[in-house]
């Protein structure tokens, strides 16, 4: 199947600075990406769809200047969490669609601790 | 309401028993449906896609009703390698996915 590679896999921080994820697709070319929060115990939560040479979209209560997303390529898209905050400290996905399907495939997920 | 609502479990089955989850979403307008197994600290990878005939695949009998807006997972046959969360996941409009919470599965010998 599909791969998407995330990196880093763990990220360990101090309180106010700035993480940069990154999301890659390696064997097909992803047109859309979505980026996920999970935190402990809880459902997977959408934070924002990314399309290729387009700004993301934010889901609701998203701070779209906090969480800066850019996607320039169809196999490359980062996010950054800006100003980190203990409150971000959480999992990381995200997933790349295959424009020929339908099918999302995840990363493996960037765990983020904020101290 | 939540938009896609699971049992979270656990459901502690023993080798070898059948189980089955069950799953309600509430956009009547969703047209894609999956079970996706999340294993402890990994990332979501897809199980099945729910089809509305039901579709099967070896131990693995997923259902739809679209009335009822039910999705329905059935395992048979419980291997301890089947010991996850399993996440109930359809499509909110447009390509965006809407995850349940998950129900977890421990199988023991």
């Known amino acids: 199947g599909a791969v998407v590679s995330q990196h880093p896999s763990w990220v360990i921080c101090k309180s106010g600075t700035s993480v940069k994820i990154e999301c890659r697709s390696l064997?097909?070319?992803?047109?859309?990406m979505f980026w996920y929060r999970q935190f402990p115990k809880q459902s997977l939560m959408l934070m924002a769809t990314s399309n290729e040479g387009s700004k993301a979209t934010y889901e609701q209560g998203v701070e779209k200047d906090k969480f800066l997303i850019n996607h320039a390529s169809l196999t490359l898209s980062t996010l950054t969490v800006t100003s980190a905050h203990p409150e971000d400290s959480s999992f990381y996905i995200c997933?790349?669609?295959?424009?020929?399907?339908?099918?999302?495939?995840f990363g493996p997920g960037t765990r983020l601790l904020v101290l | 309401r939540k938009e896609v609502e699971q049992d979270p479990g656990p459901f502690n089955v023993p080798e070898g028993a059948t189980v089955a989850f069950n799953c309600t979403y509430s956009?009547?307008?969703?047209?894609?449906f999956f079970w996706y197994r999340q294993d402890c600290r990994k990332e979501p990878k897809l199980l099945m896609s729910v089809y509305s005939s039901g579709n099967e695949d070896g131990r693995f009998t997923a259902q739809l009703n679209r009335a009822s807006q039910y999705i329905s997972l059935l395992i048979r046959d419980s291997k301890l390698s089947d010991s996850a969360t399993y996440l109930c996941?359809?499509?909110?409009?447009?390509?965006?996915?809407?995850f349940g919470k998950g129900t977890t599965l421990s199988v023991s010998s």
């Open positions: 956009n009547s307008a969703s047209q894609s």
């Open positions: 064997d097909f070319q992803a047109t859309t």
């Open positions: 996941v359809v499509n909110g409009g447009g390509a965006a996915l809407i």
């Open positions: 997933s790349a669609r295959d424009g020929r399907a339908e099918t999302q495939y």
